[in-house]
């Protein structure tokens, strides 16, 4: 199985700051992997396939990057509907998500 | 506009058995693959299972051979049969239409969830 390492699990950030999110995979995925928001009580909302493209109503600020075995969410200005968990998945094998990240209010 | 609303779950005895079920709307069910996410509480996500148009099924190794997914298509129904529950089957489950194909799959809409918790 394809493992996948989520980092930070964890950060705390301030309205307007930039945020970058990586997920690593134990072997190369090409760019099946798909990255998800998630707000508590809430389903999972889907920000990018295919490791860079930005899923319909997604606003701009977020952005995918990455091939291969890494790769990277990020946020250019945070803003407060930000402040959720977020989850990579790869669909490269048998579909698995990372551990997440919390993004928390610095 | 995409609706996916799961129904079925509750608390379930350990060894017991529970089908949930998930009604969709807003788009061409029968050609849409479907799955099922579940999220144990203060968890992470994992994938659970996928069913194909075609028909084909795959599951997660942890719910192999307790668990089968179905689909009715005159009724826009995806289900989840769940049987020999333990107490790491507890948590929400979502269903989550599944777009794109091979390995270029995401899922792009989701329900709200059903809860399931199995405790004595």
């Known amino acids: 199985d394809i493992q996948m390492t989520q980092s930070p699990s964890s950060l705390s950030a301030s309205v307007g700051d930039r945020v970058t999110i990586t997920c690593r995979t134990s072997q190369t995925i090409n760019n099946y992997l798909n990255w998800y928001q998630q707000k508590p009580g809430k389903a999972p909302r889907l920000l990018i396939y295919g490791a860079s493209s930005l899923q319909s109503g997604v606003p701009s600020r977020f952005s995918g990057d990455g091939s291969g075995t890494d790769f990277t969410l990020s946020i250019s200005s945070l803003q407060p509907e930000d402040f959720a968990t977020y989850y990579c998945q790869q669909t490269y094998s048998t579909p698995a998500f990372g551990g997440g990240t919390k993004v928390e209010i610095k | ?120």
């Open chain 2, 1 to 120: 506009e995409v609706q996916l609303v799961e129904s079925g779950g509750g608390l379930m005895q350990p060894g017991g058995s529970l089908r949930l079920s998930c009604v969709a709307s807003g788009f061409t069910f029968s050609t849409n693959y479907m799955s099922w996410v579940r999220q144990a509480p203060g968890k992470g996500l994992e994938w659970v299972s996928v069913t194909y148009s075609g028909g084909d099924t795959y599951f997660a190794d942890s719910v192999k051979g307790r668990f089968t997914i179905s689909r009715d298509s005159s009724k826009n129904t995806l289900f989840l049969q769940m049987s020999s529950l333990g107490a790491e089957d507890t948590g929400v489950y979502y269903c989550a239409r599944t777009s794109g194909n091979y390995q270029f799959y995401s899922y792009d809409y989701w329900g709200q969830g059903t809860l399931v918790t199995v405790s004595s």
